[in-house]
């Protein structure tokens, strides 16, 4: 079985610059998760999705950031203008329903803001 | 909301020697408690989890522990190995809603050879 897959690996920007991430979860995973993981800290969840609708992003700072999940399927997370404390690692996760105990993350997506 | 801590954020072992890692969490609605290993470079992946009724669950040489009415669970890594050396992190959240976790800030453990 495929595992989430994320890219790109790696991405340095200048601040006030914009960036994008994209996931692709698991096959037949209806439930998407962005998190934030800052270096020395675990992860933080951004935004949940449940197919192609939201279901939590009371944490998504929605005057920089913001992510879609057009079909239900893959996901684009996206930061404009990004500052310098949005560097860190930006894991993507999945799991089989909104009812899980498990997730399953990528590889992540690591932010330099220079 | 919940709040979960993590100690200590770096442990140092000698292979073969025995690992300890603690969590304490504050919200009674958390009653599930899984920890994730996560290596260089790739994402967190589970390890074991545990429910609130149980106490304790071993799989192989690594075993958790919960005091549910301490609030604390415990990661118990025994005859450590150079490939158990990455950063471990515990969480809490409601059964069936991963969605709603809260994890620790992690612990690096290196196991010297």
């Known amino acids: 079985e495929a595992g989430v897959a994320q890219s790109p690996r790696y991405k340095i920007i200048e601040k006030r610059q914009s960036v994008a991430f994209w996931c692709n979860p698991i096959?037949?995973?209806?439930?998407l998760y962005w998190y934030q993981q800052i270096l020395g800290q675990g992860p933080k969840l951004l935004i949940q999705?449940?197919?192609?609708?939201?279901?939590?992003d009371s944490q998504l700072p929605k005057d920089r950031f913001s992510a879609e999940r057009l079909k239900g399927v893959d996901s684009t997370l996206k930061i404009q203008p990004a500052k310098l404390e949005d560097s860190a690692v930006y894991l993507c996760?999945?799991?089989?329903?909104?009812?899980?105990?498990?997730?399953?993350f990528g590889a992540g997506s690591r932010l330099t803001v220079l | 909301g919940e709040n979960v801590e993590q100690h200590p954020s770096t442990l140092s072992v000698q292979e073969g020697d025995s690992a300890v890692i603690k969590c304490t969490y504050s919200?009674?609605?958390?009653?599930?408690f899984p920890w994730y290993k996560q290596e260089l470079g790739k994402g967190p992946q589970l390890i074991i989890d545990?429910?609130?009724?149980?106490g304790e669950k071993k799989d192989q040489r690594i075993a958790v522990t919960l005091n549910k009415t301490a609030k604390h669970f415990s990661l118990h890594i025994t005859e450590t190995q150079p490939e158990d050396s990455a950063v471990y992190f515990c969480?809490?959240?409601?059964?069936?809603?991963?969605?709603?976790?809260?994890f620790g800030d992690g612990t690096t453990l290196t196991v010297k050879p």
């Open positions: 545990i429910r609130s009724n149980v």
């Open positions: 919200d009674s609605a958390s009653n599930y």
């Open positions: 096959s037949g995973h209806a439930t």
């Open positions: 969480a809490a959240h409601p059964f069936l809603n991963a969605g709603k976790s809260t």
């Open positions: 996760a999945s799991s089989p329903g909104p009812g899980a105990n498990v997730l399953t």
């Open positions: 999705f449940q197919n192609n609708g939201v279901v939590d």
